[in-house]
C-alpha cells in the first residue's frame, strides 16, 4: 500500500493499475485507504464495484453502483425517468401502486412526476400512442404554471411518445416549441434530447444543429456522452480530420469511465513503485501521451514499456535510480539471461524494500533465479523481515498460490516442513485455479440490471451441469424443477426450450460425441438470486451451456455472450437481436474481458452510440448470426473438425 502521506487520486490510480494488472486484492485495499480518507468520494465506491464486478461479487457491486447512483442522482436527467416510467409500465407487478422496490427489503415511494404521468405510459405500451400523447399534453396544461419542473416531464413524455410512435419531426416540433419559452432556452434535458432527434432525422441541417448543441454542452456543462456523439455526427457530415480527434479523446474519456489505466497512469504508477513489466506491457492501452512534465524514471518506464524485447541499457539506469527500480533492474536483467546479476540485483532490491510484496514475489517467484536470491541471504537481509512480509500477504489473500510459493522457496533451509507444507499449498491452489477455469458447462453472461432511471451492465455465470441417471436413462432431459435460481415462468419455459434446441443441434452436429446423452439428468443454474431474470438475451450463453455439458468442452472464460436463440430447424439455430445492448457491452468492457459476443443483427446498434467508442465497437464486440459462428468462438475454431 501507499503511506499515509499518499493522495486520494494517487491510491485511485494505483488501484486503476492494480486491477489492470490482476491485482485485485492489492487494489481493494488501496481503495478501502481511500475510502476511509473520504467516504462521500463516488469515484472510489465506482472503482470498487469494478473489483467486485470482477470477482463475480455481484451483489456487493451492485450495493456500491447504488451508493454512486444516489451521490448522483442530483444531477439526474428527466429523460431517464422516462425510461424508467416505460419499463414500469411494461412490469405492471412492480410498478403497480406507490411504490418501487428497488433492492432486496428496500422500497421507494415514486416521485410525484410517475404518478401523474403513468398512465400515459400504460397507454402507449397497449398500442394506443394518440391517447399517450393526449394524456401527457392534460398534464402539462395542468401543471404549466404550478409544477415547471413536472410541466417539463410532461412535454418530454409526449415528444418520447412522438418519437417511438414514428413522428420524429412532430416530436422535433414538441421540444422546439418548448425553448421558445422562457427558462427552457437551454435546459439540458430539453437540447440533449432533441440532440437524439436530430440525428434521427438525419438531414444535414438538423446534424449541424445538433453539432453546435453538443458544442455548447461541451463548453458549459459536458455530459457523458458528448465527445462520442460529436465524433459520430462530424463523421457523418464529412468532417473526417475532426471526428477522428474526437473519437481518439472518447477512446480515453471511456477508458477512464470503464475505470481502465491509459498508458500515461500505468507509467505514473510504476514510476514509484514496483510492478512486473511482463504484466504492465500486457495491458492494452491506446498510444497516448507520456505524463506532463515527465521525471526520469517516467521516462526509463515508458522505454522499457515500449520496447519489444529487453534492452540491457536500461538495467543500469534503473539501477542508478535506487529503491523500487531495482527491481526492474533485475527483471531486465534475469529477462535478458544474466542470472547472476539478476540475482545481485534482486537482494538489493529486497534489501531497499524488505516490504514490498510485488518486489519479494518477484524476487522468489522463479524457482531459478529464486535459489540463486536466498543462497546468498545476508544478516542485513534476515529471513525474518520477508517471511513477514509474505505472511501479511497470506493473510490478505490465503487463495494466491504466489506468496506460498516464496514463503516455499524462502524457508527450504531454515524450516524445511514448513516450506514443504507452503509449496504443496501453492501447487493445491494453482491445480484449483487450472480446474475452475477450464469449467464444463459454465459461460458468462451479460446482462442489465436496473436502479430508478439508470442501467448497468454486469456480467453473471450461468451454469449447466448432469448427473448419471439412476435406474436407467431419461432420454436427457431438463425438468422445470432442475432450473435453479430467482427466474421468471416465462425465462424458464425459454431455458427448457433451449435445451431440446441445443439437445437436437448437438445430436445433429456431434453426433459422436452425443451416444450416451440420455443416460443423463440435466440441471441449470442462474446466478444473482436477489433480482428476478427475465427476457430472452441469455439464450446464447445457454445454449452454449448446455452444448460444453454435452461436448463436455469449456467456453472460454474471457468472453461474455448475449443473444436470442431461435430454432429455426431441427439442425439450424439463429442468434436473434436484443435490447440494452450498448449497456451489456459496457458491462463485459468493464468487467475487464477480452471481448463479447453479441447478435449481428445488433451491430448498427452499437456502431451508432454514442457512449461506446467505435474502436471498442470494432475490436471488442463479435458479431454472430448463427449458432455455428457462435461456437467456433465459444470453443475455439476446431471445435467442427
Not at 124 to 150: F, M, S
Not at 166 to 172: F, K, L, Q, R, S
Not at 173 to 197: P, S, Y
Request: proline share 4%.
Amino acid at each position: 500500500m501507499l503511506d499515509n502521506s499518499a493522495t486520494l487520486l494517487d491510491r485511485l490510480q494505483l488501484a486503476r493499475v492494480l486491477i489492470a494488472v490482476g491485482e485485485l486484492r492489492d487494489a481493494e485495499s488501496e481503495i478501502a485507504a481511500a475510502i476511509e480518507e473520504d467516504a462521500e468520494d463516488s469515484s472510489a465506491f465506482g472503482l470498487l464495484a469494478k473489483v467486485k464486478h470482477m470477482r463475480g461479487e455481484l451483489s456487493e457491486a451492485v450495493a456500491c453502483w447504488a451508493r454512486t447512483h444516489a451521490n448522483g442522482s442530483a444531477n439526474q436527467a428527466a429523460r431517464m425517468h422516462l425510461d424508467a416510467m416505460y419499463g414500469l409500465a411494461l412490469d405492471p407487478e412492480r410498478g403497480a401502486g406507490e411504490f418501487l422496490a428497488i433492492g432486496h427489503k428496500q422500497l421507494v415511494r415514486k416521485p410525484m412526476a410517475y404518478l401523474a404521468l403513468e398512465e400515459a405510459f400504460v397507454h402507449y405500451v397497449a398500442r394506443r400512442p394518440a391517447q399517450a400523447r393526449e394524456h401527457c399534453q392534460r398534464v402539462a396544461d395542468r401543471h404549466r404554471t404550478r409544477d415547471r419542473d413536472l410541466y417539463k416531464l410532461a412535454v418530454l413524455a409526449d415528444a418520447w411518445i412522438a418519437q417511438h410512435a414514428g413522428d420524429v419531426g412532430v416530436a422535433c416540433e414538441v421540444l422546439e416549441a418548448l425553448g421558445r419559452e422562457r427558462g427552457f432556452e437551454t435546459d439540458r434535458d430539453r437540447i440533449c434530447t432533441l440532440v437524439d432527434l436530430y440525428e434521427v432525422d438525419g438531414t444535414p441541417e438538423r446534424l449541424r444543429a445538433a453539432v453546435n448543441i453538443c458544442r455548447f454542452l461541451e463548453r458549459t456543462d459536458p455530459v457523458p456522452w458528448i465527445t462520442g456523439r460529436l465524433a459520430k455526427l462530424l463523421r457523418r457530415l464529412g468532417h473526417d480530420a475532426q471526428a477522428d480527434a474526437y473519437e481518439a479523446r472518447h477512446m480515453i474519456e471511456f477508458r477512464r469511465g470503464m475505470n481502465r489505466p491509459i498508458r500515461a497512469d500505468l507509467i505514473r504508477v510504476a514510476a514509484r513503485r514496483y510492478l512486473p513489466l511482463r504484466r504492465l506491457r500486457a495491458v492494452a492501452c491506446p498510444d497516448d501521451d507520456l505524463p506532463d512534465a515527465p521525471s526520469r524514471a517516467e521516462l526509463l518506464v515508458a522505454q522499457a514499456l515500449a520496447v519489444g524485447g529487453e534492452q540491457a541499457s536500461l538495467s543500469p539506469a534503473f539501477e542508478a535510480l535506487g529503491g523500487c527500480h531495482l527491481g526492474y533492474a533485475a527483471e531486465i536483467a534475469w529477462l535478458g539471461g544474466d542470472a547472476p546479476r539478476a540475482a545481485e540485483l534482486w537482494r538489493a532490491a529486497l534489501a531497499a524494500e524488505p516490504t514490498d510484496v510485488h518486489i519479494v514475489r518477484a524476487a522468489l517467484g522463479d524457482q531459478d533465479c529464486g535459489h540463486l536470491v536466498v543462497a546468498q541471504l545476508t544478516d542485513e537481509l534476515p529471513v525474518d523481515r520477508l517471511t513477514q512480509t509474505l505472511n501479511d500477504a497470506l493473510e490478505m489473500d490465503p487463495r494466491d498460490p504466489r506468496p506460498w510459493r516464496a514463503l516455499g522457496l524462502l524457508l527450504q533451509s531454515s524450516a524445511p516442513a514448513r516450506a514443504q507444507k507452503a509449496i504443496e499449498r501453492a501447487d493445491a491452489i494453482e491445480e484449483t485455479r487450472r480446474a475452475t477455469k477450464g469449467r464444463i458447462g459454465r459461460t458468462l453472461a451479460a446482462a442489465v440490471y436496473r436502479f430508478v432511471g439508470r442501467s448497468k451492465g454486469l456480467i453473471h455465470e450461468l451454469w449447466a451441469s448432469r448427473t448419471p441417471c439412476e435406474g436407467g436413462p431419461s432420454n436427457g432431459v431438463l425438468t422445470a424443477e432442475s432450473i435453479l435460481g430467482n427466474v421468471t415462468d416465462d425465462m424458464r419455459s425459454g431455458i427448457q426450450a433451449t435445451f431440446v434446441s441445443v439437445r437436437e443441434y448437438a445430436r445433429v452436429t456431434f453426433p459422436h460425441l452425443m451416444a450416451d446423452a440420455g443416460d443423463y439428468k440435466y440441471g441449470f443454474r442462474i446466478t444473482k438470486d436477489d433480482e428476478p431474470s427475465s427476457g430472452t438475451s441469455a439464450g446464447l450463453p445457454t445454449a452454449l451451456a448446455f452444448l460444453s455439458v454435452f461436448l463436455q468442452r469449456s467456453v472460454h472464460q474471457d468472453l461474455a455472450f448475449t443473444g436470442a436463440i431461435v430454432a429455426d430447424a431441427h439442425d439450424v439455430l439463429i442468434v436473434g437481436p436484443v435490447s440494452d445492448l450498448e449497456d451489456k457491452v459496457r458491462g463485459a468492457y468493464h468487467r475487464d474481458l477480452r471481448g463479447i459476443v453479441v447478435p449481428a443483427a445488433n451491430r448498427s446498434d452499437v456502431a451508432a452510440s454514442p457512449l461506446v467508442p467505435s474502436a471498442v465497437a470494432e475490436r471488442f464486440c463479435h458479431y454472430v448470426s448463427r449458432f455455428d459462428d457462435a461456437v467456433k468462438i465459444a470453443f475455439g475454431e476446431d471445435i467442427f473438425r
